[in-house]
């Protein structure tokens, strides 16, 4: 093993192809060569507010997608976070680790808080150490994350390392950030500009985890392009955002490169190239949705899994929560 992956994901419904290709294939590639922990953040989630039928839903729904998805519950350790009392614990630690200063640089927080900050939650600002604590409750060595959450993982490695220094012990590992890279970035179906994302407004800018065959192709084939045919070379890409979206999902989907995409379809119109991406994109997501559907319909099999995921995660971090504890100097 090379070492050991910590990542989270928010359950906050409706995963979608963006989630998948950008973040839990790689999850589930990792499991190869990594010991794996992966959390659903529910105490994440409640930075914004949130209905609790919402966060009971999400969670399962987001656990279901990860296992259809490949995640393996049995070699991997999945789990939800409240379930784990030590993240909590450590975090308020971390909040007396980490500087207002380091803090009040982030910029999710900025943009999440937007114009009314005094509105947002105590929960939103200190969103980051409560992260940090996700990952270093286990001393992870790889975090793999979207290069939004880059900062908050900068932040994580200034927390161990000011901790380390505080008590002068190299007790938690730096935690080495796998950022994914941009060729795994999906992009709306409607606008090739943007990201795809569940809160877009209309459903056929993305294809979800959820969506039935029937769905998926007819989003493919109603997915904004352009009326030229596919070029032969990248560059001439550049300036149709749209053209290389669907380029760059094709690739993605059938784990080629792009320039091997256009070789196969270039000088060809979206009249042949869009059904075809239909095509494969329900041969990979197909299967992946059987499995969602039987899973969500089978909800005590979920909170199992999830149950005797979080029983394995505690074993772990309770080990180093109670190692901080002491060189902290708190009476045991
Ligand atoms: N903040 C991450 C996101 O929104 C989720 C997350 C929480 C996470 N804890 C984590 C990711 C620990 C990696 C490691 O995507």
Redesign the pocket.
Known sequence: MKGRI?????PTGNLHLGNYLGAIRNWVNLQRDFECIY?V?DL?AITVPRTSEQLTNDTLEVAAGLIASGINPDSSILFNQSQVSSHSELAWIFNCTAKLGWLNRMTQFKEKAGRNKENASVGLYV?PT??AS??LAYKATH????E??KQ??ELTRDIALAFNSSYNKSFFPIPEPQIFGTASRVMSLRDGKSKMSKSDISDYSRINLKDTSTEISLKFKKAKSDSNPLPFSIKELEERPEARNLVGVYAALSSKNEEDILREFGGKGFGIFKPALADLAVSVLEPINNELRKLMNDKSYLIKVLKEGSNKASSISQTVLSDVYNIIGCVR
Not at 6 to 10: A, H, I, K, L, T
């Open positions: 910590f990542s989270g994901v928010q959390c953040v994440h969103y409560l992260m996700d990952i975090v793999p994350v979207g939004d959450q908050h993982l």
